[in-house]
């Protein structure tokens, strides 16, 4: 735990270095969320056992790691071990953004592309409520049913 690094001492690293750095078999390094992480200090505090980390070790851990649905708490704590962050070119080889890599704020040219990716379930819900609810009263409203009955002198 004392040993994490600071954010200056992050550097961008392609696959293939994450590779090399792996060549040392002591050593406990993955890539998650683009992010390039060394835990060999975090192998015996790791909650799930240090195998399925051993197992990870050189390779990208995206979906092994998200597929156990890590609490914040665990999220929080994976900075600490944080080395560095994927080089742009194997971003795009994985079609992912790290969660760090924000919209540049000095550029105009369009900030959130980030957030496009399920942007068109915020309009679509609505609409498919909208005519589902037309639909509806529209059933309601056929001639014959209670609603459209005037109603009756007693
Ligand atoms: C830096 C990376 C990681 C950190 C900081 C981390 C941290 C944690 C923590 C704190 C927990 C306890 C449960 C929770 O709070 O979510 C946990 C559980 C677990 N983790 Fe990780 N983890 C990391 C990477 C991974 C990876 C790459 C895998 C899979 C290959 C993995 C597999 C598991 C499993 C199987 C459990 C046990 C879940 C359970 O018993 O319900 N973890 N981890």
Redesign the pocket.
């Known amino acids: 735990m004392a040993s994490a690094n600071k954010n200056s001492d992050k550097q961008v690293l392609t696959m293939a270095e994450v590779q090399q750095l792996s060549a040392d078999k002591d050593k406990c390094i ?1 890539v ?1 969320d683009n992010h390039v ?1 060394d ?1 060999t200090k ?1 192998l015996d ?5 240090e195998e ?2 051993k ?2 070790h050189g390779k990208d ?1 995206s979906n ?2 998200e ?9 929080e ?2 900075k ?3 080395i560095g962050e994927l080089h742009p070119d194997d971003i795009k080889k994985s079609g992912k953004k790290p969660r760090s890599v924000a919209a540049n704020p000095n550029d105009s040219t369009g900030g959130a592309q980030g957030d496009t990716g399920s942007s068109w379930i915020k309009w679509v819900i609505p609409i498919v409520i909208a005519v589902a609810a037309v639909v509806l009263f529209k059933l309601l409203a056929r001639p014959g049913t209670d609603i459209n009955r005037p109603p009756t002198a007693i």
């Open positions: 993955m998650i992480y835990i975090f505090e790791h909650p799930g056992g399925v980390l197992e990870q851990a092994a790691f597929d156990v649905g890590h609490s914040s708490d665990a999220r704590q994976m600490a071990y944080e």
